[in-house]
């Protein structure tokens, strides 16, 4: 069965790739200094920054909840058949899986509501080098705070699917098990918690628009 | 293959594996079944476990054969639900643990013909998990060269056939080099197979393919002391995969009695343990025996680890060894014969 990362694999390699052959381009035909990272990161909208956060936390939250589901579902469905009593206490497995979903929603629509629309038109000449840094400061803080929900969200919700189904199978065989693997399984929660609490620290410093 | 991807595809056929095993007939219910003084108790005890009902239709004598038959449907049953329900690889997965039963089909077949028996007194003979769809053929060739041309070549065990097939007419002595030949030959690619699967899968199967291989080679070695078979034809059989490859199967080729082949499972300390504790006393347990434990014991860890095949294989030697324990108790009730009646091999 073909690895899950291979496609991720491909991904890196053409972009790797693409990297190595603009860049000797250049190289060769006198343009190095095109390759200016401080005019990327200038002239780049805060804009595409912001919304690549919210895209990212949001998408990679789902996938981690999604994946995490699909793990604990169909081990509880297989359990249920021989021991029907699982299935109605193993939804709480379920239940912590799509809470990492939740985060994910909560946090997209925080950031989002931080973007707003700036008109470098109406700034006065004194206040255009901080109103600047100050939206540029705001589309990276809502980059980062996107990566770092979707992120945490992807592998709690990873976490808590495989255990998930630990639980589930073990309280087919014994239940005074599920309890205690239960306990396993707030943790692997908590760290879910984290990404959260670090993303609002983030998002909290973000302010967009034409005041300083 | 891993704890991340095993779910998408296995993960309601491993739940379901490990609700069956969790069906298994349990010690107190052995118990219970060596107190019975006919078979109608033994049938009244067996509805308490996880078989049911299945003898309810049968009529009032009982009897152990049919008991026996009845207990192969519900494993054959499960197994034919879950193989439909798979995909590759554990479809291939689950066909490997087939070919054994095609292998000992097919022996049984070829010796029924020898004998005159007419196929369709065989057929019902045969194991139902290795049945393929051209065993009616089999009664129609004499040497294997003929029967492979004809029929074998469009088995899953053709590769198998490459080292075995010669003119010479198939008769008792070779019958049985077939066989083991077959095995050897299948034990491998099972082994190669398993290795290709994944880490939990192929650590897991390693072991217990190694200590199949090794106790076929310990059991081909003893039960050749005696016969025509020279020493060469053993070394043929002993398949080369296990623990006793190559040092131990040189030794144990070189071996004359049984006093030896104990000299060289001493080398090997799980070995040397299970001949420790076997001897020919009525009252000690036979070295078959001991292997059996061992086996229950390897197949019983399949179950501590998740998300890998094992458990598959592991559930159907657990079932074919419950099958025999509830046989046995029932011969021991049967004939009245109690002495012995605890002689089976308790697994959970």
Not at chain 1, 17 to 36: D, E, K, L, P
Not at chain 1, 86 to 97: A, D, E, H, M, P
Not at chain 2, 212 to 227: H, L, Q
Request: hydrophobic fraction near 45%; glycine fraction near 8%; charged fraction near 20%.
């Amino acid at each position: 069965m073909p690895s899950v990362l291979t496609p991720v694999y491909i991904v890196i390699a053409i972009s790797v790739a693409a990297f190595v052959i603009t860049s000797f381009y250049f190289n060769f035909t006198n343009q190095g200094y095109r390759y200016n990272i401080g005019w990327l990161l200038q002239d780049t909208s805060p804009f595409m920054w912001s919304n690549l956060g919210i895209g990212l936390g949001i998408s990679l939250s789902v996938v981690g909840a999604a994946w995490g589901i699909f793990t604990t579902g169909s081990s509880i469905l297989g359990g249920g058949v021989k021991a029907p009593r699982i299935r109605t206490k193993n939804l709480v497995s379920i239940i912590f899986c799509e809470a990492v979903a939740i985060y994910g929603i909560i946090m997209a629509i925080v950031i989002s509501n931080g973007e707003t629309a700036y008109h470098p038109g109406v700034w006065k000449e004194g206040e255009v080098y901080a109103l600047n840094s100050q939206n540029r400061h705001a589309g990276f803080s809502m980059f980062g705070a996107g990566l770092t929900v979707g992120f945490s969200n992807l592998f709690c919700g990873v976490c808590v699917g495989i255990v998930g189904s630990g639980a589930a199978l073990a309280d087919a065989q014994n239940s005074s098990l599920f309890v205690k693997i239960l306990i396993v399984e707030i943790f692997g929660s908590a760290i879910g918690l984290f990404g959260v609490i670090i993303s609002i620290l983030q998002v909290t410093h973000a302010k967009m628009g034409d005041k300083p | 293959m891993n704890s991340l991807n095993f779910n998408i595809d296995f993960g309601y056929l491993e739940g379901l594996v490990r609700g069956f095993k969790s069906g298994i007939v349990k010690q107190a219910d052995y118990l219970n079944l060596m107190q019975c003084e006919t078979l109608d108790d033994l049938k009244l005890h067996l509805q308490s476990t996880d078989y049911g009902n299945f003898l309810s239709n049968e009529p009032s004598p009982l009897q152990v054969s049919i008991i026996d038959d009845k207990i192969r449907e519900k494993l054959v049953i499960e197994f034919e639900h879950m193989r439909t329900q798979s995909v590759v690889p554990l479809s291939t997965f689950l066909d490997y643990i087939t070919y054994g039963y095609m292998i000992d089909n097919i022996v049984l077949l070829i010796t029924g013909t020898l004998h005159q028996h007419t196929i369709s007194e065989l057929i019902p003979k045969c194991h139902p998990l290795g049945s393929f769809e051209q065993m009616e053929a089999l009664s129609i060739a004499s040497t294997l060269l003929e029967l492979y041309n004809a029929v074998l070549v469009d088995t899953p065990l053709a590769p198998y056939f490459i080292d075995c097939i010669s003119e010479q007419d198939i008769d008792e002595l070779n019958i049985e080099i077939i066989r083991n030949t077959l095995y050897r030959a299948y034990l491998e690619d099972f082994y190669k197979f398993c290795q290709t699967l994944g880490s939990t899968t192929a650590d897991y199967m390693s072991e217990v393919l190694a200590f199949e291989a090794d106790r076929r080679a310990i059991t081909i070695t003893i039960n050749s002391f005696g016969t025509e078979l020279t020493k060469d034809d053993r070394a043929t059989l002993f398949p080369r995969c296990g623990k006793l490859f190559p040092e131990g199967h040189s030794a144990l080729v070189r071996a004359d009695d049984y006093e030896h082949v104990r000299a060289v499972a001493e080398f090997y300390s799980e070995y040397r343990i299970l001949f420790e504790e076997s001897g020919n006393n009525p009252t000690e347990k036979t070295l078959e025996d001991k292997f059996f434990e061992h086996e229950v014991m390897l197949m019983k860890k399949a179950f501590l680890e998740q998300f890998h095949f094992g458990i598959f294989y592991a559930y159907v030697k657990l079932k074919e060894q419950e099958n025999r324990n509830i046989v046995w108790i029932a011969e021991c009730v049967a004939q009245r014969h109690q002495t012995r009646i605890d002689g089976y091999i308790p697994i959970f």
